[in-house]
């Protein structure tokens, strides 16, 4: 692969909506087509990169920020990166893309519902927001304004994830 052709994809969705999931079945696909690819998890920075931060508005947009910039380094090495991350706001999104290049970033939103998200809540954080035993929970407490026009939209809750996974690579063969 071309370095030029390196890719982002920028998951974004509500926690729970399935963004790990589709990106680590994403990452396992570009694999077995040979490609490099790195998975840039917002739950994996915050262990590390970006452990100093809070969940206030700032530290939200640093943290996207942060992340933009690995993805952009990724890709400028050849390397796909696939970003599944809430990052909640529009304008943080925005600067992430400007950071990485709007012609390498792929914007996807997974819009799973918030009834399937609390649902699912893999990590018992809806039901301690719910519980009031933490604050600023995107989806709860917190805000989340969704992408206006996203490269793709899946619903986890309604598309298998060989399917969604197929719809990734095709936005990214429309792209090159």
């Known amino acids: 692969?071309?370095?030029?052709?390196?890719?982002?994809?920028?998951?974004?969705?509500?926690?729970?909506?399935?963004?790990?999931?589709?990106?680590?079945?994403?990452a396992q696909a570009l694999r077995q087509r040979g490609e490099p690819v790195c998975i840039v998890d917002g739950d994996e920075l915050r262990v590390g990169l970006c452990r100093d931060l809070g969940f206030d508005d700032a530290s939200r947009a640093e943290n996207v920020r942060r992340a933009a910039h690995v993805a952009q380094l990724l890709n400028a090495n050849g390397?796909?990166?696939?970003?599944?991350?809430?990052?909640?706001?529009?304008?943080?999104?925005?600067?992430?893309?400007?950071?990485?290049?709007?012609?390498?970033?792929?914007?996807?939103?997974?819009?799973?519902?918030?009834?399937?998200?609390?649902?699912?809540?893999?990590?018992?954080?809806?039901?301690?927001?719910?519980?009031?035993?933490?604050?600023?929970?995107?989806?709860?407490?917190?805000?989340?304004?969704p992408p206006a026009s996203p490269r793709l939209r899946v619903d986890t809750s309604q598309t298998e994830l060989q399917v969604a996974v197929e719809r990734l690579l095709q936005v990214q063969a429309k792209r090159l």
Request: proline share 5%; hydrophobic share 40%.
């Open 1 to 26: 692969m071309r370095q030029d052709m390196a890719t982002t994809w920028w998951l974004t969705g509500l926690p729970g909506a399935g963004k790990t999931t589709l990106s680590t079945k994403l």
């Open 79 to 145: 390397v796909h990166a696939v970003v599944a991350m809430v990052s909640p706001s529009s304008a943080a999104r925005a600067c992430a893309y400007a950071i990485i290049g709007p012609e390498r970033c792929l914007e996807i939103y997974v819009n799973t519902p918030l009834a399937v998200c609390e649902q699912r809540d893999p990590k018992g954080l809806y039901a301690r927001a719910r519980a009031n035993q933490m604050t600023q929970m995107t989806g709860v407490q917190a805000g989340y304004e």
